[in-house]
Structures are given as structure tokens and as C-alpha cells.
T-cell receptor
Framework: GIQVEQSPPDLILQEGANSTLRCNFS?????LQWFHQNPWGQLINLFY???GTKQNGRLSATTVATERYSLLYISSSQTTDSGVYFCAVVPPGGGADGLTFGKGTHLIIQP | NAGVTQTPKFQVLKTGQSMTLQCAQDMNHEYMSWYRQDPGMGLRLIHYSVGAGITDQGEVPNGYNVSRSTTEDFPLRLLSAAPSQTSVYFC???????????????FGNGTRLTVT
């Protein structure tokens, strides 16, 4: 099946810093989503972005489907950005209809 | 809208016991799914449904049963719990299948299950 690799696995930053999280995938995809799991365990959908660029406040994401990677940018980090960020994909055609998740990037924002 | 509601939040079972994890959504979503989350492994798909009366297996279906008698509800049944099923379980829904265009997935708050 498709492989999803996220980097870095862990990231510790000071409040106000910017960060870039990366997601590489091993095959073409027709669905790519980014999620934030907060320290209470809730999973929040950040972006549905199989290609192109989207922005939502301090967060933005870019997927270059032809090169099989996606980037999540967080600017002016706040302590509430802490948690685990997951990338998840669906390859086209065949197989179970569901997302394959990466193992996540654990982000800690220190005040 | 309440979104995706899961009950219970926590559950402890003894090996061999059975139980049902409940999931309900009020967004009239066609697609519903169950994932389990284990430390260091991300989330893995257990079962999914693309509409009432239709269910299918995901990556890790063994030991779990599902049914979809209504659009709103998608319960997950453990017939004979095993310690390997200790995990956090998430239910999720979206307007259309995950293979469709523009169908973001919305998660419930999870059920933490411990099997002793």
C-alpha cells in the first residue's frame, strides 16, 4: 500500500516562531488532508488539499502532487498550536475507501 | 449541529467481554468510518460505510463488526475483547466517500478502551 512519511517526528519551538512540516507519499493521491490532534486528543481537520495551496489564518498548506509531497506552514506559533499534526492520503483506484495516515509530527510550542 | 458524537468516552473491559462503541452524526453524511489509534502508529482504518446498508473492511477489521441501519448511526462491536484491542477509537464522517472530490473527514472525540 501507499507509504506516508512525515518529518520531522518531533519539533520544539518558542512562541512566535515559524515552522514547516513535511509529508512525503509514495504514490499518486486524489485526496490529502492535514489534521491537528490537540493535547486533549481531539482531531481537527485543517486542510483538504490534494493539490495546490490553501491558507487559513496563520496556517497554510501546499501540495505538489507531481513530486509527491505536501507542506504545512505555521506562522507566528502560539502555545495552542501544540499537539500532533497528521498528514493522510487516499490513492486513486482500488482498495479500502479510507485515509492512510502518517505517524505524525509532534509539535511543542514553548511560551 | 453536534457533529460526530461518540459514547462512551472511556471503557474498561475484561478479556472475552463484548461491547458496542456508539457513533452518531447529525450532518447527513453518507460516509462513516472507524479508526483506531495506537502509540507511534498513527491511525488505522477498521471499517467504513458509504451509505445506509453498506459496510466494508478497512486495514485492521479482525475482531470488529459494524452495521449501518441508518444514515446517522454507525456502531462498532467487539464480540470478544482481547488485550490487543486496547486503543483509542475514533469515528469519523464526511459528506461523500474519501475517494470523492472535496470530502473532508470530521472526527468524533474518541473512546479510550482498555482490555485487561
Amino acid at each position: 500500500g501507499i507509504q506516508v512519511e512525515q518529518s520531522p517526528p518531533d519539533l520544539i519551538l518558542q512562541e512566535g516562531a515559524n515552522s514547516t512540516l513535511r509529508c512525503n507519499f509514495s504514490d499518486s493521491v486524489n485526496n490529502l488532508q492535514w489534521f491537528h490532534q490537540n493535547p486533549w486528543g481531539q482531531l481537527i481537520n485543517l486542510f483538504y488539499i490534494p493539490s495546490g495551496t490553501k491558507q487559513n489564518g496563520r496556517l497554510s498548506a501546499t501540495t505538489v502532487a507531481t513530486e509527491r509531497y505536501s507542506l504545512l506552514y505555521i506562522s507566528s506559533s502560539q502555545t495552542t498550536d501544540s499537539g500532533v499534526y497528521f498528514c493522510a492520503v487516499v490513492p486513486p483506484g482500488g482498495g479500502a475507501d479510507g485515509l492512510t495516515f502518517g505517524k505524525g509530527t509532534h509539535l511543542i510550542i514553548q511560551p | 449541529n453536534a457533529g460526530v458524537t461518540q459514547t462512551p468516552k472511556f471503557q474498561v473491559l475484561k478479556t472475552g467481554q463484548s461491547m458496542t462503541l456508539q457513533c452518531a452524526q447529525d450532518m447527513n453524511h453518507e460516509y462513516m468510518s472507524w479508526y483506531r489509534q495506537d502509540p507511534g502508529m498513527g491511525l488505522r482504518l477498521i471499517h467504513y460505510s458509504v451509505g445506509a446498508g453498506i459496510t466494508d473492511q478497512g486495514e485492521v477489521p479482525n475482531g470488529y463488526n459494524v452495521s449501518r441501519s441508518t444514515t446517522e448511526d454507525f456502531p462498532l462491536r467487539l464480540l470478544s475483547a482481547a488485550p490487543s484491542q486496547t486503543s483509542v477509537y475514533f469515528c469519523a464522517s464526511s459528506p461523500h466517500t474519501q475517494s470523492s472530490y472535496n470530502s473532508p473527514l470530521h472526527f468524533g472525540n474518541g473512546t479510550r478502551l482498555t482490555v485487561t
